[in-house]
């Protein structure tokens, strides 16, 4: 089992940057496959972005694509979202998840463990 926690979240204005972090739990951190998700007031929680467990693979939504950039760092059981040009669509509740596995997956029901969630408010 994981514990995630996220942190990084905050107001900024269109254009800008932020770096979201998530710090998990155990010693077992390299086994797990690791993914971003973000959900707005009255929408579906979404596929942000995921990374292998070596970190040799990210995916992302076509939605960040070029602006969003997944990495982690196994030696410190860490992964991290770098957001740039952000924009008020951006806006939303970013949530860390973990699933132990081989194959990089993209959809929230196959992840087990979730985060409890950082904000992240892009201002026009």
């Known amino acids: 089992q994981v514990q995630l926690v996220e942190s990084g979240g905050g107001l900024v204005q269109a254009g800008g940057s932020l770096r979201l972090s998530c710090a998990a739990s155990?010693?077992?951190?390299?086994?797990?496959?690791m993914g971003w998700f973000r959900q707005a007031p009255g929408k579906e929680r979404e596929f942000v972005a995921a990374?292998?467990?070596?970190?040799?693979?990210?995916y992302y939504a076509d939605s960040v694509k070029g602006r969003f950039t997944i990495s982690r760092d196994n030696a410190k059981n860490t992964v991290c979202l770098q957001m740039n040009s952000l924009k008020p669509e951006d806006t939303a509740v970013y949530y860390c998840?973990?699933?132990?596995?081989?194959?990089?997956?993209?959809?929230?029901?196959?992840?087990?463990?979730w985060g409890q969630g950082t904000q992240v408010t892009v201002s026009s």
């Open positions: 998840a973990a699933v132990r596995g081989l194959v990089v997956v993209t959809t929230r029901r196959e992840y087990d463990y």
């Open positions: 155990g010693r077992t951190f390299s086994t797990y496959i």
């Open positions: 990374i292998s467990r070596s970190g040799g693979s990210t």
